[in-house]
Every structure is written in C-alpha cells, then in structure tokens.
C-alpha cells in the first residue's frame, strides 16, 4: 500500500509542471483572425526562423503555421500541410492572405526585415 502511495507522490510535480503556462513565443504581434468568421485581431506572434528567410507565425490557441520567403521576390509559401496560401487584397501595402480558414495580415515592414 505505502509503495502505490510514494509512487503516486513523484508524479505530483510532473502534474503541477503540465499546469503551468509556456512562456510566449519570440517575435512581434501581428494580425491574423483564426478560423471561420474571426475578426482580424493583433494575437498572433510572427517568429522570424535565425539564419533563414523562414518564419512562424504562432496562434493564440498553441497552434501555428511555417511559411517560407523568397529572399528575391518576397513571396511567402507554406511549408507545412495541404492546404495553399491565397493572397488577398491588404490596405496600405500590407500583406494579407489566408491559408485554409485562417487570415493573417502582416505589415511590409516586418517582412523586409527578415533575413
């Protein structure tokens, strides 16, 4: 009996670290509205990838999606899943587009900036 009781006792710190909140990715917020009828709104994260014109850009949820950047021309192309990205019309020179039922917008700024 006291052997189920300490073995159940070492798994109590595995617990209370599952519970705690990871820290916020790297980078800067940018707009993106997730999912079917969202509102563009500024909680997303774009994660510029060191040594690579890659990037991340980090969902609220936990979730996030890789992109890809031709140093050159500055087209963006996914790099994970099926689905493909469809440019859309941005205000003010912004990059806008979605991928599947996601929609993000990016200011020029920060893509230059890329390596």
């Known amino acids: 009996m006291s052997l189920r009781i300490s073995s159940a ?5 595995l617990l209370a670290a599952c519970a705690e909140e990871s820290p916020p990715p790297p980078g800067v917020t940018v ?11 500024p909680v997303c994260t774009l994660e510029l990838v060191a040594g ?5 850009i980090h969902h609220p949820d ?10 050159a021309t ?11 990205l469809v440019p859309l019309a941005g ?3 912004a990059v806008q587009f979605s991928v599947g039922e996601d929609r993000y917008h990016i200011s020029p700024e920060m893509l230059t900036t890329v390596p």
């Open 9 to 13: 006792l070492v798994f109590l710190p």
């Open 31 to 41: 707009e993106c509205a997730i999912g079917a009828g969202a509102d563009l709104s």
């Open 52 to 56: 690579s014109p890659d990037m991340v």
């Open 62 to 71: 936990g979730g996030f999606r890789r992109f890809a950047r031709d140093a």
């Open 74 to 84: 500055g087209a963006l192309a996914p790099l994970d899943g099926a689905e493909p």
């Open 91 to 93: 205000e003010g020179g």
